[in-house]
């Protein structure tokens, strides 16, 4: 029988094993994390609604960007620039929060992240509404940065653009986390064209008026970390996982929430990584007739 010094030791250095296990998946876990945080996807998606009645669209989705007052931060907003017009989109939506932190000073310049974005090409243009994290920077400073980069920014506001032969709404609408609801009577006057809404916060989609052929938003980020066979045990917003990311469709409306390409409070991310989605957006075919048994086909 073993002495019970002897099972002392034994007992100490399994507990120093478990320790330096655990210290090592934690370790571990946070630098995949970081590093996943970093790993920008392009995500490709073939969206479906009975509301597009126009040729397929390429959308570009780039949102919630929050640009460090960091060279590194900098880097990494060219590099989304340079992915996304690698993917030829016919237009690029951008649904906010390019300003980074909770307090004045922690941002990048809002000039200098205008003039980066103002790079993006594509043939029907490139709009963009404001997040939450711009407003708290300085709402007043985006609007002039924009403006002087060439950027239009669709705050409550909307426009028809042309696109093979006919004609789209595009309207933008302010970020539902900072100001209040919209009125869509004024920002969507007509159904008789297909509709596209950009926006920040996915909340206002809960009394969008039908039809839409298309709604982006950002501002969840997907949660940052999901939870295997669970998701996200955290999002900012009211309607939870409703509005968590991907594709919904409710009613009439098909909407998408990107998870975006930065990070907010922690700089960590788990099996939900930065992305630029890039959307074909095509009608539903109309179905074919099956051919009745025993009638010959008209000749």
């Known amino acids: 029988m073993p002495k019970k010094g002897t099972r002392r030791k034994w007992f100490l250095r399994g507990l120093l094993c478990g320790v330096v296990l655990l210290l090592a998946l934690f370790f571990g876990g946070i630098a995949y994390m970081r590093y ?3 790993r920008l996807i392009v995500n490709r998606l073939e969206v479906r609604s009975d509301e597009w009645t126009l040729p397929p669209l390429k959308v570009a989705v780039a949102a919630d960007f929050h640009v460090a007052r960091d ?3 900098m880097a990494r907003l060219r590099r989304i620039v340079e992915r996304t017009n690698a993917e030829k989109p016919d237009l690029i939506l951008l649904p906010g929060d390019f300003a980074a932190g909770l307090r004045p000073g922690q941002s990048a310049e809002p000039q200098e992240i205008a003039d980066e974005l103002a790079k993006l090409q594509a043939p029907l243009g490139v709009y963009a509404v404001l997040g939450n994290h711009d407003h708290w920077q300085g ?5 002039r940065a924009f403006e002087k980069a060439g950027i239009p920014l669709l705050e409550n506001r909307s426009l028809e653009l042309e696109f093979r032969g006919g004609r789209f709404l595009l309207a933008g609408v302010v970020d539902g986390w900072t100001q209040e609801k919209p009125d869509w009577d004024v920002l969507l006057p007509t159904d008789r064209l297909p509709r596209i809404v950009l926006t920040h916060a996915p909340d206002i989609f809960d009394d ?4 839409t052929a298309l709604a982006v938003a950002g501002h969840t980020h ?3 970390i999901a ?3 669970y998701g996200p045990p955290m999002l900012p917003s009211r309607y939870h996982r409703r509005y968590a990311s991907g594709l919904v469709r409710e009613g009439r ?6 998870v975006g390409t930065g990070t907010s409070i922690l700089p960590l991310r788990f099996l939900c990584p930065p992305e630029i989605a ?6 539903t075919p109309p179905a074919v007739p099956e051919p009745k048994v025993g009638v010959p086909p008209d000749v």
Do not use: H, Y
């Open 222 to 224: 997907g949660g940052q």
């Open 139 to 143: 709402k007043e400073n985006f609007i």
């Open 36 to 38: 996943e945080a970093e």
């Open 71 to 73: 060279p590194d931060d």
């Open 227 to 229: 939870i295997p066979f």
């Open 278 to 283: 890039v959307l074909t957006l095509s009608g």
């Open 253 to 258: 409306n098909t909407i998408f929430v990107t």
């Open 208 to 211: 969008m008026p039908e039809p």
